[in-house]
């Protein structure tokens, strides 16, 4: 178990690496990826069901303890990145399916990784945590919203369609993780330790599985909607930090703000796209959880030399 323990805490460590290297390899020989397609929704389901084995009660007192803070994040996380998708959409005058792919990972919640990031950069690790599982709760029924609001002049858009599946591989799978975590405590313990591995696997089996199912497309298209995730991702940290400084957070607060509104459920947002929409609209996340675990570790890496002489917990979960 041990031995196990180590190797899921190297994967975790070195994700971005191996996400890079398998998304490359379902580029290069997608037929060996593309058996994948069908299980996107059970791997995602993996990734939420082991959020609930983390999650606990105390995650969401700071709703109640610190409601302003948790409030501008989480306002943050859910208009700050819709509104950049549009307006990217809008003036990029992207192609009617990339701009659905790319509003759709914005107006999906935070992912778990924010949380790990957070705390490498020094910042408000409750904070996060709190933000990530409320912003994960309320998704359901904002997420299928936001995405009629903003995406519907491209595409013709059912929100209940949508709203039916984020609870079938978000609210139900984190639901069950709770269960299992109440009932039996001391083997769900013990499982959170090897949850990174599982988590990248997961996550790594979806990246591939897009991948390889729009090979065609992203060798057409792939470095524009690059430079289109990137921007989108950067804008989000940057417009983050002064959204919080503009509400007079500290430092580790606006730091934690940050990096949660700018880091999303990329898995969610393909999952949504190959159900729904099409396998060019689920490009933009594929590529979206390749890179903000790049450029999250980046930045949690600068943030960290912004010391502001406060420790943190270590976090709970380290990939989404």
Known sequence: MKS?????????????????????AAFLLPSGFTWIVPYITPLLGIIMFGMGLTLSANDF???????????????????????????????????P?????????????????????????????????TATAVTTVLAPIVTPALI??????????????????????????????????????RQATASVKVLPLVSAVAIIGIVGAVVSNSQQQIAQTG?????????????????????????????????????????????LGAQLATAHFSPLAAVPSAIFSVWHNISGSILANIYAK???????????????
């Open 4 to 24: 196990l323990e180590r190797f899921s805490q190297f994967v975790g460590s070195t994700f971005a690496f191996w996400v890079i290297l398998f998304a490359v």
């Open 61 to 95: 007192k700071g709703v109640v303890k610190r409601p302003f803070e948790v409030f501008a994040v989480v306002a943050g996380q859910f208009l700050i990145m819709p509104l950049l998708a549009f307006a990217l959409a809008k003036g990029l005058q992207l192609p």
């Open 97 to 129: 399916e990339v701009a659905v792919g790319v509003i759709l990972v914005g107006c999906c919640p935070g992912g778990t990784s924010s949380n790990v990031m957070t705390f490498l950069a020094k910042g408000d690790v409750a904070l996060s945590v």
């Open 148 to 185: 009629l609001l903003f995406a519907s002049q491209w595409i013709e858009i059912s929100p209940v369609s949508l709203f039916v599946s984020i609870v079938k591989v978000v609210i139900i799978p984190i639901a069950l993780g709770l269960l299992v975590k109440r009932f039996f405590n």
């Open 223 to 267: 470095l524009a909607i690059f430079g289109v995730v990137v921007l989108h991702n950067v804008l989000g940290y940057l417009i983050g930090f002064g959204f919080a400084k503009l509400l007079r957070m500290d430092l580790p607060k606006s730091k934690t703000a940050s990096i949660e509104i700018g880091m999303q459920n990329s898995g």
């Open 306 to 320: 912004m010391d502001n002489g406060k420790k943190e917990e270590a976090p709970k979960q380290q990939i989404s």
